[in-house]
Each structure stands twice: as C-alpha cells, then as structure tokens.
C-alpha cells in the first residue's frame, strides 16, 4: 500500500504517475481536499513529469496523527516522502496549505526543490479567532457545517452556476475529511507566520495569484512575490481554487513555468 511511514509515527497516502525516468513533479493539496483535486493537472503533467501527489495529514486517506503539528511538520512530510522514494531533487506545485508547506521546504530544504509553484496561498493567515472558531465549528458539528461557506470562497458565482457538478465533487471531498484533520492542520495555518523568513528564500518561485480569490487575496501572493527575490508572478481569472475553476489557464501559466530549461 503506498503509504509513506513518517518520523513521528504519522503516515500520508500517496501516489504516482507518469514516466518514472521523467523529472520529478510534487502535488501538494489545499485544507479541506484530497489529492485528486489535482486531476485536471495530473492528466496534463503524467507526460513530462514523474507526478507524486499525496494527502495532507488529516486528508483523503492519510490518517489524523495522535498529536499537534505545525506547518514546518507538513514541510518535514514532503521531505521524508522525498526519501522513501530515493528523490534528491524536485519541483513543487502547492495551493492553499500546500503552497504555504512549499515556502517551508523552500526555505527549510533549499538542496531538495527546484522550481516551486505557489498557488493561492498566503504566508500569514490572521486572525487566530477564525481559525478558533472553525475548529469548534467541525469538532462540535463535522464538516457539514463548513461545506456552504467553504465553496463560496473556493468559487466564484458563475461557476458555481455552471460547473455545479465540479463543485459538488469538491464538496465531497471537504464532507470526506476528518474534523480532526482539519482541525488540526486549521490549527497550524493559525499559528503561522512566514512573512518574516520569506526573504531568505533562494529558489526559484512563481507565485500564482486569483484574481477573485477572498481566502487569499491578490494582496498576499504579492507580498510573497515582493519578498523573494526572483520570484515571478501570474495572474487567473480565478476564485480560491483556481487548478480546479480555470485548469486550462492554471495548466498554462504553471506547466510552462516548469517545463522552461
């Protein structure tokens, strides 16, 4: 079973596809998702590249470790799932939590990334009563409770009134998540705060920016954009989830970025 067995005792499912002799190519998922949220881009990547995608801890099928965690613990996931599969160096392809797990290995395992996409996402995400507040909302109700609002955010009115069913297949996946596991990677956006090591950032980074995005607004891809040096910007016609409402701009934008030599 393509389970990668973790350091502390936790575990996340993964899986691959495409040439095993291409280059290598890291899907990380939003909170809330699974890894198939990535299939619109598997379908193109799996030509060029070797596509591991896997899920958060707490996500699809990878159980809700014992204890708390903390965003760097979710970069320390990558890198041991690097290891299992004998991969010194990736690129990387994050949204949402997943983007922000990408600024940590960015900067905590410059070695083990090449390019890194990151999508929809934010290096502050205040205020902590918010995220207070979602907690007890799943821990006390499930995730019912969040699915209406969350999908508001995620996408924008019109398609959400075209696309329902695309919509309805994410639901289902933010239904499919433990509160637990939500609740606990909740708990570590909350406590996060990469603003202030976001210049010490070598790599090379596109930042990928909705233009409709209320979860992370435009404003906080630029201020990743403006405090790594290097890092290059593109904008989609995009709520939150923008791999998943606009796959052929996103594919465009981000497999353009990682197939340039």
């Known amino acids: ?95 949402s939590m997943g983007g922000m797990t990408g600024i940590v290995v960015a900067r905590d395992h410059p070695a083990r990334f090449g390019k890194l996409a990151l999508c929809n996402t934010s290096a502050h995400m205040p205020p902590a009563d918010l995220w207070n507040e979602r907690i007890k909302a799943v821990t006390e109700n499930g995730m019912e409770a969040l699915v209406g609002g969350i999908t508001e955010r995620w996408f924008t009115a019109g398609f959400r009134r075209d696309h329902p069913d695309e919509v309805e297949r994410i639901a289902e ?35 990928l920016i909705g233009d409709s995005d209320p979860s992370t607004p435009p404003q906080d891809g630029e201020l990743i954009a403006d405090n790594i040096a290097g890092a290059r910007k593109e904008i989609v016609h995009a709520a939150h989830l923008s791999a998943v409402e606009s796959p052929a701009e996103f594919n465009r934008a981000v497999f353009s970025y990682f197939r340039e030599n």
């Open 173 to 207: 996946q933010i239904r499919a998540t433990e509160p637990a596991g939500y609740a606990g990677c909740s708990a570590a956006i909350r406590d996060m705060d990469l603003r202030p090591t976001l210049s010490s950032i070598r790599a090379d980074v596109l930042v």
């Open 1 to 95: 079973m393509p389970f990668c067995e973790l350091s502390d005792g936790a575990r996340i499912w993964y899986e691959e596809a495409g040439n095993r002799s291409a280059p290598p190519l890291v899907f990380s998922n939003s909170l809330g998702t699974n890894l198939a949220m990535w299939d619109a881009q598997v379908d193109e990547a799996e030509a060029d590249f070797r596509v591991i995608r896997y899920d958060q801890r707490g996500h699809g099928r990878s159980p809700v470790p014992a204890e708390a965690f903390s965003m760097e613990r979710l970069g320390q996931d990558v890198v041991e799932l690097l290891d299992l599969l004998k991969i010194e160096k990736t690129d990387f392809c994050g949204l």
